[in-house]
């Protein structure tokens, strides 16, 4: 982030502006929605400069910037259209000590004028550092289209009414009588007039402070394999809503940032044969803190109810009487598989799909490995890198074949996925530099490693 963003305080302070043409005409209609003094300078300005100084919406120097006239101003604008005269006014503006842009030159700026969504005081600023203006005003015209034009008021009265609710206790309280108004008792009570908005305000803060102790809820969330485009929106939801979020050690660091800022962050590390956090301190917390009063989300890797102990974590807050819900995600294989190119069944080929995982709680897992062994036979490995060698000891002990497919996704989902195609006799070398989490697809090969073996054995 090379442009941090903040919101200036820039009411009654002085924006100085340098030049009169189309360039500055665009600048002027944003600036002049601020509550800042304008001053332009220019010497040839255009007939819109000139009625909007007539109306007293600024004031207006016919002549070019000199030495001392930005001295004062909190931000100053080179909007000459000329390199030259850009650069010049630039160097004034800044020995005067404001902070100064030049209107289309990034790199001699000292700060960007984002897009806006304005719905005053509601105020979006879109920025891409210059990178990308065409996507900032996409991203400006679906918020347009999506934000009520009438938000701006209910978060005028809600400004004026933000004391009165100071009475509620601080955080999740708070939190869900705001959320309340904004979403449900503010947009109703405005259809019937601005005036009407106000006495619903009362009613509903009354109503919150005679409602009963907050009680907690937890939300079991399926966090995908890695990339935040497969979250679902009842997800997201979740995350915006939450208190609390223990999450797992393989959850992508770009879903825990869709969490609330204020939320608390509690990782709950695990890692086969690695150091972990036990179980039964990780169902403790869930229930210590709903029973606090707070939303708590158990944010899982992948899908909470594919080997991620869910009944454990659910048993307990019933034991409790806690309420919960349960939101599933896409799970490795899932991902896997999308990445491959492939079906994890195919007619005629495999009508079954074993999930397995390559250790539990007490080492190796075990399975029926003579049935996983038998010809077309399809299974998805979780926990199966350092597994990778028992696997492949117990299905050749059972007849496995040694030229089987195995493909490996490594970082399923993620900027850094890797595909490796391999077979059940190399398995072990496969997987011994892997550092991510992956997942083993035995007895399935990459679609382009499919149309690689047909067309040589078309040709023989």
């Given at each position: 982030?090379?442009?941090?963003?903040?919101?200036?305080a820039i009411?009654?302070?002085?924006?100085?502006?340098?030049?009169?043409?189309?360039?500055?005409?665009?600048?002027?209609?944003?600036?002049?929605?601020?509550?800042?003094?304008i001053?332009?300078f220019a010497?040839?300005?255009?007939?819109?400069?000139?009625?909007?100084a007539?109306?007293?919406?600024?004031?207006?120097?016919?002549?070019?910037?000199?030495p001392?006239?930005?001295?004062?101003?909190?931000?100053?604008y080179?909007?000459n259209e000329?390199?030259?005269?850009?650069?010049?006014?630039?160097?004034l503006?800044?020995?005067?000590?404001?902070?100064?842009?030049?209107?289309?030159?990034?790199?001699?700026?000292q700060?960007?004028?984002?897009?806006?969504?304005?719905?005053?005081?509601?105020?979006?600023?879109?920025?891409?550092?210059?990178?990308a203006?065409?996507?900032?005003?996409?991203?400006?015209?679906?918020?347009?289209?999506?934000?009520?034009?009438?938000?701006?008021?209910?978060?005028?009265?809600g400004?004026?009414?933000?004391?009165?609710?100071?009475?509620?206790?601080?955080?999740?309280?708070r939190?869900?009588?705001?959320?309340?108004?904004?979403?449900n008792?503010?947009?109703?009570?405005l259809?019937?007039?601005?005036?009407?908005?106000?006495?619903?305000?009362?009613?509903?803060?009354?109503?919150?402070?005679?409602k009963?102790?907050?009680?907690?809820?937890?939300?079991?969330?399926?966090?995908?394999?890695?990339?935040?485009?497969?979250?679902?929106?009842?997800?997201?939801?979740a995350?915006?809503?939450?208190?609390?979020?223990?999450?797992?050690?393989?959850?992508?660091?770009?879903?825990?940032?869709?969490a609330?800022r204020?939320?608390?962050?509690?990782?709950?590390?695990?890692?086969?044969?690695g150091?972990?956090?036990k179980?039964?301190t990780?169902?403790a917390?869930?229930?210590?803190?709903?029973?606090?009063?707070?939303?708590?989300?158990?944010?899982?890797?992948?899908?909470?109810?594919?080997?991620?102990?869910?009944?454990?974590e659910?048993?307990?807050?019933?034991?409790?009487?806690?309420?919960?819900?349960?939101v599933p995600?896409?799970?490795?294989a899932?991902?896997?598989?999308?990445?491959?190119?492939?079906?994890?069944?195919?007619?005629?080929?495999?009508s079954?799909?074993?999930?397995?995982?390559?250790?539990?709680?007490?080492?190796?897992a075990?399975?029926?490995?003579?049935?996983?062994?038998?010809?077309?036979?399809?299974?998805?490995i979780?926990?199966?890198?350092?597994?990778?060698?028992?696997?492949?000891?117990?299905?050749?002990m059972?007849?496995?074949?040694?030229?089987?497919?195995?493909?490996?996704?490594?970082?399923?989902?993620?900027?850094?996925?890797?595909?490796?195609?391999?077979?059940?006799?190399?398995?072990?070398?496969?997987?011994?530099?892997?550092?991510g989490?992956?997942?083993?697809?035995?007895?399935?090969?990459?679609?382009?490693?499919?149309?690689?073996?047909?067309d040589?054995?078309?040709?023989?």
């Amino acid at each position: 982030m090379k442009h941090f963003p903040i919101f200036m305080a820039i009411e009654g302070r002085r924006i100085v502006l340098s030049g009169g043409g189309d360039a500055a005409l665009a600048k002027l209609r944003l600036l002049m929605k601020t509550q800042g003094h304008i001053t332009v300078f220019a010497s040839a300005p255009a007939a819109e400069i000139e009625d909007w100084a007539e109306a007293g919406k600024l004031t207006l120097i016919h002549r070019a910037l000199e030495p001392g006239d930005a001295m004062c101003a909190a931000l100053f604008y080179a909007a000459n259209e000329d390199d030259v005269e850009d650069a010049r006014v630039r160097r004034l503006a800044q020995a005067d000590g404001a902070l100064a842009n030049v209107v289309d030159n990034l790199q001699d700026s000292q700060f960007i004028t984002p897009a806006i969504v304005d719905r005053d005081p509601v105020t979006i600023a879109i920025g891409t550092e210059g990178a990308a203006p065409v996507l900032a005003r996409a991203i400006k015209r679906d918020l347009e289209e999506a934000l009520p034009a009438r938000l701006g008021t209910l978060a005028r009265i809600g400004k004026a009414f933000r004391h009165a609710a100071d009475a509620l206790p601080f955080g999740a309280t708070r939190r869900e009588f705001w959320s309340d108004y904004y979403f449900n008792a503010g947009p109703k009570a405005l259809s019937d007039g601005e005036e009407a908005v106000r006495p619903a305000l009362d009613r509903l803060l009354h109503a919150h402070l005679n409602k009963d102790s907050r009680t907690g809820f937890v939300d079991f969330v399926g966090a995908g394999p890695g990339d935040p485009d497969l979250l679902t929106m009842k997800a997201r939801r979740a995350l915006d809503k939450a208190d609390v979020v223990l999450y797992d050690r393989l959850v992508a660091p770009e879903i825990l940032e869709l969490a609330r800022r204020e939320a608390v962050m509690i990782e709950t590390g695990k890692s086969g044969f690695g150091p972990s956090m036990k179980q039964e301190t990780i169902t403790a917390l869930i229930v210590d803190h709903a029973q606090q009063g707070s939303h708590v989300v158990r944010l899982k890797s992948g899908d909470p109810s594919v080997f991620g102990r869910l009944d454990e974590e659910v048993d307990a807050l019933e034991t409790h009487g806690i309420a919960y819900t349960i939101v599933p995600g896409i799970t490795a294989a899932s991902g896997a598989a999308a990445a491959m190119g492939r079906s994890l069944t195919r007619r005629g080929k495999n009508s079954a799909l074993r999930v397995l995982t390559g250790h539990d709680i007490d080492g190796f897992a075990d399975h029926d490995w003579a049935a996983l062994a038998r010809p077309g036979s399809v299974a998805a490995i979780y926990m199966g890198k350092r597994a990778s060698r028992f696997v492949q000891g117990r299905l050749m002990m059972f007849g496995g074949d040694p030229a089987t497919p195995v493909t490996i996704v490594e970082n399923v989902s993620r900027a850094d996925q890797h595909i490796i195609q391999t077979t059940l006799s190399a398995l072990p070398d496969a997987t011994a530099a892997l550092t991510g989490p992956a997942v083993l697809l035995y007895g399935l090969a990459p679609r382009d490693a499919i149309a690689a073996t047909l067309d040589l054995e078309a040709h023989a």
